[in-house]
């Protein structure tokens, strides 16, 4: 199945589910620059990333194409409990056949959180000639003990508050969706999780944004990428934000997406994609 640009939304068959999609900008056929491929985090989906595509479309030019994992938003459920390998599962055995859905010359992956990871380990371990770059907001490539209490206390919430209420705006299945994710997380056999390998073998330049008051990780997170990546490595810390620069720098977020995707580009026609770090 291949997805339809005429459409503004749609259905996939991946892996016998259901996912729902949504395209943004001009269709590739139309353009030649490469489609942006929004990955969204552990609780997202199509719908929370709100009207971010539709502006980042509108910033850069390029064709951009997000969609709910299984298990998330309108797509089919996923399978419970997910393995803690789910993260490598998605990016190795589920995305490549949603990109090639996508009928695309050129790829950007931009991923916020888990879907920042599923893209860097695509990036890393998939040899993908049609990928010219990465965008990971806020990343995960290894558990570290204050990420882990804010995910314990999500728990609570989801268990005390009307959370579940207000996901279900959103969601299917609100439970499952929670449950698919906080379970996996807070199993103590996560503790040791790391596919910090994944960015030794990044073949194409990164972009890593991060909120400097990020409730879910430190910044040891995104400078993983710029220490360990053989490829250049454009390093963002926001101010006045915590885990989804998107939603709480939205304007400083879009400007500094769009100016790499703008240097990517250009660098075509140059020797060598040159780099900033703010």
Avoid at 232 to 260: K, N
Wanted: some cysteine.
């Amino acid at each position: 199945m291949i997805v339809d640009w005429s459409k503004p939304t749609g259905q996939l068959k991946v892996g016998g589910r259901s996912l729902e999609w949504g395209v943004f900008g001009p269709a590739p056929a139309d353009c030649e620059r490469p489609v942006i491929v929004m990955l969204h985090e552990g609780l997202g989906c199509l719908a929370l990333w709100r009207d971010f595509p539709e502006q980042l479309a509108q910033a850069t030019g390029h064709p951009v194409f997000a969609y709910s994992r299984a298990g998330y938003g309108q797509s089919d459920a996923d399978d419970l409990p997910r393995p803690l390998t789910y993260m490598t599962r998605e990016a190795i055995s589920v995305l490549p056949e949603i990109l090639g859905a996508i009928s695309a010359e050129g790829l950007i992956l931009m991923g916020h959180s888990d879907g920042a990871t599923i893209a860097a380990i695509y990036a890393g371990k998939v040899f993908d000639l049609r990928l010219r770059g990465l965008i990971a907001i806020a990343p995960h490539f290894f558990a570290e003990p204050m990420g882990l209490a804010e995910i314990a206390d999500a728990k609570v919430m989801f268990e005390t508050t009307d959370m579940k209420d207000r996901m279900a705006k959103y969601h299917r299945d609100p439970e499952a969706t929670f449950r698919g994710w906080n379970d996996a997380w807070l199993d103590p056999g996560f503790e040791a999780w790391n596919v910090e390998d994944a960015l030794d073998m990044l073949r194409v330049p990164t972009l890593a944004v991060q909120g400097a008051d990020d409730q879910y990780g430190t910044l040891a997170q995104v400078r993983a990428i710029k220490e360990r990546s053989p490829e250049s490595v454009d390093l963002v810390v926001l101010d006045g934000c915590r885990h989804s620069p998107h939603v709480d720098r939205p304007e400083a977020t879009l400007a500094v997406v769009t100016d790499f995707v703008t240097r990517l580009e250009a660098s075509k026609t140059n020797e060598e994609f040159k780099t900033n770090e703010a």
